[in-house]
């Protein structure tokens, strides 16, 4: 079979992308409110307009409270805000891409949890556990850097949270998303049913793959044959000494059940047992710590200004820790498509159209992109392409500095002045000027 080019299509269940490359999701920090579906086309057209094959909108959450890993995050819970989403998949759509929608909970990472100024504007919410906070979190907790209240799930309650992810696909697709993306990874209530560091329950979701089975169910049963897909985590960036905790081994196991189970796409990817840098890895943000328009915001979100500094601190450390490493989920990726018969898709540190070539049909099938596009919104067409040469590279620096301001609910975006000099340039160049040819303007093909 020949090697796959990245501007070949691909099918993920059922539905044929123009091409392999994707805009992962990121943070778009567009709310809930009125102007949301404008925030949201704005973000996520340019991709589509250079000729992504699929975008991602980013993090949004199944309930109508709690549950909000940062500000400003989207919600699809109440059927009218969701049906107001139309104006963002048709804009999507007026271009040629498909879009996924990646649905959310955030459990024990929420805002509820470590935001100082939300918790005090919403005394009443608490956390949504699997288990009882493990010791580290509750030692954190007895030292002020994080506050639970939390409230261990039923069995009955968790049957629930799932029927809200099928209630939130099914807004989705009346809406017109293409994809229905369950996050899996980050810490959010996903990878904690996953992850033996957090799931201790002695009932049937103490095996955390029966969370994901139940979400296919209620997804299939309240949307419909809707392409289905979701990240999975190994922990094998976790520190050393948290000895309960996801292997490359049992995260392949997890993919290997997930393709019996029915999801039509797996992301594999490495990190941590906690929301740390193993997340984005690269380098420690100091112009966004060091800018003074975010500082009253870093206070309000950790505590006042020691706390911030200590966060600020812990930050470092853990950038110096957790080093960019290029495509640093490739090995994961690679193990687990020689193990299920669905697309495997690849994020995390790609960077250069010469390893994309290197990665597609090996390590995976399609391949994807996330702070890259908070500098370069329509980098697509500059890596589309039979002609694009292999050392064509984005200009993100992977310096971070567009994402920790999101902690005070700044917008993510490129705030490194030399970056932003570079891709002005290739605009002045003509680099984002027309789409590659593989926009063809027609839209996703539904049947393949």
């Not at 309930?63 to 109440?78: F, K, Q, S």
């Not at 908070?374 to 500059?382: F, Q, T, V």
Request: charged share 25%; glycine share 10%; aromatic share 6%.
């Amino acid at each position: 079979m020949a090697t796959p080019r990245l501007d070949d299509p691909l099918e993920i269940g059922g539905l044929t992308l123009r091409n392999r490359l994707y805009r992962a999701p990121v943070l778009e920090c567009a709310g809930t409110g009125p102007d949301a579906p404008e925030r949201l086309a704005a973000e996520l057209e340019p991709a589509a307009r250079a000729g992504a094959g699929l975008i991602c909108q980013g993090a949004t959450i199944v309930r109508e409270t709690g549950g909000c890993a940062a500000p400003g995050m989207t919600r699809i819970a109440d059927p009218e805000f969701a049906a107001s989403l139309s104006a963002v998949t048709e804009r999507i759509h007026d271009h040629g891409a498909a879009v996924a929608v990646q649905l959310e909970y955030g459990g024990l990472r929420s805002m509820e949890t470590w935001h100082a100024a939300y918790r005090r504007d919403h005394p009443d919410l608490r956390q949504l556990a699997v288990s009882r906070p493990p010791r580290l979190l509750r030692l954190l907790d007895s030292l002020g850097f994080l506050d639970y209240d939390a409230h261990v799930m039923t069995t009955d309650e968790v049957y629930d949270l799932a029927a809200d992810f099928g209630r939130s696909a099914a807004m989705a697709v009346d809406a017109g998303y293409d994809v229905v993306h369950v996050a899996g990874a980050n810490m959010g209530i996903v990878h904690q049913f996953l992850s033996p560091f957090y799931n201790r329950r002695d009932d049937e979701f103490g095996d955390g793959v029966r969370f994901l089975e139940v979400v296919a169910d209620e997804v299939r049963t309240r949307a419909g044959d809707v392409p289905l897909m979701t990240k999975v985590p190994a922990e094998t960036a976790a520190p050393p000494g948290i000895r309960k905790r996801l292997t490359e081994d049992d995260a392949v196991d997890i993919c290997r059940r997930l393709d019996d189970a029915g999801y039509d796409a797996l992301v594999p990817v490495s990190g941590s047992v906690f929301w740390d840098a193993s997340i984005v890895r690269g380098s420690f943000p100091a112009r966004a710590w060091r800018d003074d328009r975010y500082r009253d915001g870093y206070d309000a979100a950790f505590g006042g200004p020691l706390r911030a500094r200590l966060v600020e601190l812990g930050n470092r450390i853990e950038a110096a820790w957790y080093d960019f490493d290029p495509a640093w989920n490739a090995d994961l990726c690679r193990r687990v498509r020689d193990a299920v018969s669905v697309p495997v898709l690849c994020e995390g540190g790609i960077r250069e159209r010469g390893e994309i070539d290197r990665l597609l049909g090996d390590a995976c099938d399609a391949v994807g992109m996330a702070r890259p596009f908070y500098a370069e919104p329509e980098l697509p067409a500059r890596l589309l392409g039979r002609e694009v040469s292999a050392d064509t590279r984005v200009v993100c620096e992977n310096c971070n500095n567009c994402a920790v301001p999101q902690a005070t609910g700044a917008p993510g975006v490129c705030r490194t002045p030399e970056v932003l000099a570079r891709a002005g340039t290739l605009r002045m160049e003509g680099a984002y000027d027309r789409a590659p040819e593989t926009a063809d303007g027609d839209g996703p093909d539904p049947e393949g």
